[in-house]
């Protein structure tokens, strides 16, 4: 941990409650922030592999990697130019933009979203409509709460199919381990290997992506003022940031280390080792590069949110996406 405050202050603390890029301590260098979802887990280790392997130092990057608290929260702190770049899940950002944010997505890494809905495998749950009946944990304000009730209207269920059980997201864990709620709603790969470790217990889920609600998951989003006004360090940080994930993919017990030695509260290394070796199956890099989008991907992700999460006056995928930045070779 003492590692991690030493190598951070090296790449460069960021000046806290401004997102605008400063002078680096080396000539030439930029100071730039970079705001998680949530608390560093798995998904999180290639953003601590590229510090480790210098992949931000040689872009002229100085990088400080901060913890979050929902993306949806992450969002509004890019919007009001708190942080420089935030990573956060993909339909709250539709939902940012349409209330007015002026933020926008240089590219989702996560083409496969991981929201999920994860209980113990003893309960016997093997579509959504076993759920019927039974309590659903979440946390009002995260993307997968709010998106909840379209995974049941896609699935041809109801609100009033299940009782929905408003959570901490601190204690949704506990909450399923101790038989407080049937199923918990989360990121498969994030939660599950951790309740695994912590009880013993098999976990299983129904991936949202797979029963009727395939949307893109997470990736980097900017501010459109930092976005116009210094398009070049926007395309450093996403080439540094795709070059850090094509790199920890193929060294996944590098950057559950190198995240192990970077990061503060992050949870034991073979979990992490589980969380991101999960996270990089949804990549799809055989499709392409880390962070190289589609039209046909968000259009189908716009398309889903405007008839079951209720996003209003939907716009085109460049309301949304500038697919400039992250480049496939």
């Not at 991936?207 to 930092?226: K, P």
Request: with cysteine; hydrophobic share 40%; net charge neutral.
């Amino acid at each position: 941990m003492a590692a991690a405050a030493a190598l951070l202050v090296l790449a460069g603390c960021a000046d806290r409650g401004s997102g605008a890029p400063s002078q680096g301590s080396s000539p030439g260098t930029k100071k730039v922030t970079l705001t998680l979802n949530w608390v560093p887990y798995g998904e999180h280790a290639p953003f601590y592999y590229g510090l480790k392997k210098g992949f931000y130092q040689d872009e002229g990057i100085e990088l400080e990697v901060k913890p979050g608290n929902g993306s949806g929260t992450t969002i509004q702190q890019v919007a009001q130019n708190q942080t420089t770049f935030g990573w956060a899940d993909t339909p709250p950002l539709l939902k940012g933009v349409s209330t007015g944010m002026k933020v926008k997505s240089v590219g989702v890494f996560l083409q496969k979203g991981p929201s999920s809905i994860e209980f113990l495998s003893d309960k016997n749950i093997t579509k959504p409509s076993d759920l019927k009946g039974k309590t659903v944990g979440g946390t009002p304000g995260d993307a997968l709460y709010a998106v909840f009730p379209a995974w049941l209207k896609a699935n041809g269920m109801s609100a009033q199919d299940v009782k929905v059980v408003n959570v901490d997201a601190a204690g949704k864990i506990a909450a399923l381990a101790e038989g407080k709620v049937d199923a918990i709603m989360g990121f498969f790969h994030d939660q599950g290997p951790t309740i695994e470790a912590k009880t013993g217990k098999k976990v299983n889920y129904l991936l949202y992506a797979d029963s009727g609600l395939n949307m893109l998951g997470t990736g980097i989003v900017v501010n459109e003022q930092t976005l116009n006004a210094d398009k070049d360090l926007t395309a450093k940080f996403v080439k540094a940031t795709q070059k850090s994930w094509a790199e920890a993919a193929k060294d996944i017990p590098g950057a559950a280390a190198a995240m192990v030695e970077l990061a503060q509260n992050e949870p034991p290394q073979e979990v992490l080792v589980k969380q991101l070796t999960q996270a990089i199956g949804l990549l799809e890099l055989d499709a392409g590069a880390p962070g190289v989008n589609t039209e046909a991907k968000w259009k189908q992700t716009i398309d889903l949110m405007t008839q079951y999460g209720d996003l209003k006056n939907a716009g085109a995928p460049a309301t949304y996406w500038d697919g400039s930045q992250a480049k496939s070779g």
